[in-house]
């Protein structure tokens, strides 16, 4: 019997070699484990934030920063944040995160370094002040040249979610008409006229008495002319050319862009009245429906009775018309 056992206690030792050691998983059996306050802090024998506090840790980032290592100094900064995220210190180091990455030339990790500052530390420091170094550091990503291989460009959109971001952060502030601008003016010149409607009408609306809102007006309609002109076809968007200007003339007649927008106002209108006497040919010569053909010439000379086309539809409306029967 007590060679069984032996046998027995050498096997389980074979199969579980820490199973019969003290303090061992095995004999804790279902002894929840619960995290110890090292493990909290994020200590580690090499790595780790100084296990002698906060004030020992700014010791060490100020050595770093001494010596030129800013990686280091980073990641022991974010160490002491992570550590004693209650401490007096720790929103000095959250800061010095981000100055360290402008420091370093990364002007998106430095903003979302101070982002990390306003939402997590509100109340303790200058908060105008570190909007105006959040809106330099988007202007910085805005205005970046990046060079490449017997190139340079830039990426103005990468700023977008910055100057987003700055809105949320101050969305009554007196430049917060400006960013929005702003975005929309990136959208257009990346050649995406739909979003940057959206922008401007948004702009528009929540800032109708802004200086940015006659900007926002006639930036809207180029972005509806290119829209006209990337689909020339597409009736809608020359009639929605048309109006923009329209709109822009009868809201800021005296701009300075008044005159060249009553042109382009003139131009698409009587596009949009080209677009009409075409699709009442189309309905009369191809698809033999004249009564759709005189609807669509009426409709012209109502809406477009100034127009270069007036006439034209005048006289093939009257060639349209039946003929009378004798009796």
């Avoid at 959208?187 to 809102?213: H, Q, T």
Wanted: hydrophobic share 40%.
């Amino acid at each position: 019997m007590r060679l069984r056992i032996f046998h027995l206690s050498v096997l389980l030792l074979i199969a579980h070699p820490f199973a019969l050691m003290p303090g061992s998983s095995a004999q804790a059996g279902n002894r929840s484990f619960e995290e110890s306050f090292d493990d909290r802090r994020g200590f580690r024998w090499f790595g780790g934030p100084s296990r002698q506090g906060p004030e020992h840790q700014w010791k060490r980032i100020e050595e770093a920063v001494e010596a030129g290592r800013t990686r280091r100094a980073i990641r022991r900064a974010a160490q002491l944040v992570r550590a004693w995220p209650d401490d007096d210190l720790a929103p000095e180091a959250q800061r010095l995160i981000g100055e360290l990455y402008i420091e370093r030339g990364n002007p998106e990790a430095a903003f979302d370094a101070y982002q990390t500052l306003i939402n997590a530390y509100a109340g303790q420091f200058d908060y105008q002040e570190i909007l105006d170094i959040q809106l330099e550091l988007a202007e910085e990503v805005q205005n970046r040249v990046i060079r490449a291989v017997f190139t340079r460009y830039t990426q103005p959109q990468d700023a977008i979610p910055l100057y987003r971001q700055l809105i949320t952060n101050a969305p009554h502030a007196d430049i917060t008409p400006e960013l929005m601008f702003r975005i929309g003016a990136i959208f257009l010149e990346k050649r995406k006229p739909r979003e940057a409607i959206e922008e401007f009408n948004l702009m528009e609306e929540r800032f109708p008495d802004s200086e940015f809102a006659m900007k926002a007006a006639w930036h809207r309609a180029q972005a509806f002319e290119r829209l006209a002109k990337r689909f020339p076809t597409d009736a809608s968007t020359t009639l929605s050319a048309w109006q923009a200007y329209l709109y822009f003339v009868n809201t800021y007649p005296e701009a300075e862009f008044a005159p060249e927008a009553r042109e382009r106002m003139r131009h698409f209108y009587n596009q949009a009245a080209e677009n009409q006497y075409q699709l009442a040919v189309f309905y009369e010569e191809r698809m033999s429906r004249p009564e759709a053909a005189r609807v669509t010439l009426e409709t012209l000379l109502q809406e477009f009775s100034g127009s270069d086309w007036a006439v034209k539809a005048a006289d093939r409306l009257e060639a349209l018309q039946p003929t009378p029967t004798l009796q």
